[in-house]
């Protein structure tokens, strides 16, 4: 049974990616001593607490504000400060689809970053209906919109990689065996709670899922960081001329 319910999705060329990219799990030993797991929890706790504060911060600055330039810049900080002070990071490693070597994770981790702009872009069409949602939506493109694109788009790739720096990296390690992708993803989508924007608590929910298992077969941070800009910055590039198309 099990080699039969294997065998169906293999047939297909995007069945033997993602069960690469997202199933199948790379060998590795990043155990700590007790100690160490008790340390990376508190710092890892602490941080938790004071980004959220600023990232609740940061995007109620109206757009065009410069102080949201200085409070992203406090944000990517604290999440990277953090992340590496809970202890060790590591890069991880990829799964090939024929299963025959690991290699670092460079390729699939951009071409589900594309993957997943497409799905949100389809999935704008819908939002761009409901005037509540698109409201939310528009209070965090207004930031681009009324700011210097070429800035937030480089504020948009530090604080992606920051956060997932310190979500996928320390936060991650510091919840151990039982239930990392679950947990890891709460914990992003209460943080980004804090912002009070619906939307972006659910971009943060199904962004985090995907990052999370990434991290759970890479086992390192290098394949979340660059799914997530690759998301990010799409999505800055994609939003505002595709709801200004719709309307």
Do not use: C, K
Request: no cysteine; net charge positive; glycine share 10%.
């Amino acid at each position: 049974m099990r080699t039969s319910e294997t065998t169906w999705w293999r047939r297909f060329e995007l069945g033997r990616f993602l069960e690469a990219a997202l199933v199948r799990r790379v060998p590795r030993d990043h155990r700590q001593s007790d100690r160490a797991f008790l340390y990376r929890r508190v710092v890892a706790g602490v941080t938790l607490l004071v980004g959220a504060t600023l990232l609740a911060v940061s995007l109620r600055i109206p757009p065009g504000d410069n102080r949201f330039y200085l409070a992203t810049a406090a944000l990517a900080l604290t999440w990277t400060l953090g992340a590496f002070a809970s202890g060790p990071l590591h890069l991880g490693w990829a799964n090939t689809r024929d299963g025959m070597r690991h290699e670092r994770p460079f390729v699939q981790p951009v071409v589900l970053g594309l993957l997943a702009v497409g799905i949100f872009s389809a999935g704008a069409v819908l939002v761009a209906q409901v005037p509540l949602l698109r409201d939310q939506v528009d209070s965090v493109l207004d930031h681009a919109r009324f700011s210097s694109l070429g800035i937030v788009a480089l504020i948009t790739l530090v604080n992606g990689l920051a956060e997932e720096l310190f979500f996928r990296g320390a936060v991650y390690a510091a919840i151990g065996l039982r239930y990392p992708v679950t947990i890891s993803t709460a914990l992003y989508a209460a943080a980004t709670a804090a912002t009070g924007n619906v939307m972006l608590v659910f971009a943060a929910v199904v962004l985090g899922l995907l990052t999370g298992l990434q991290r759970r077969v890479t086992g390192g941070v290098l394949a979340p960081m660059l799914t997530h800009i690759t998301w990010s910055l799409g999505m800055l590039l994609i939003l505002p001329p595709l709801l200004g198309a719709l309307g």
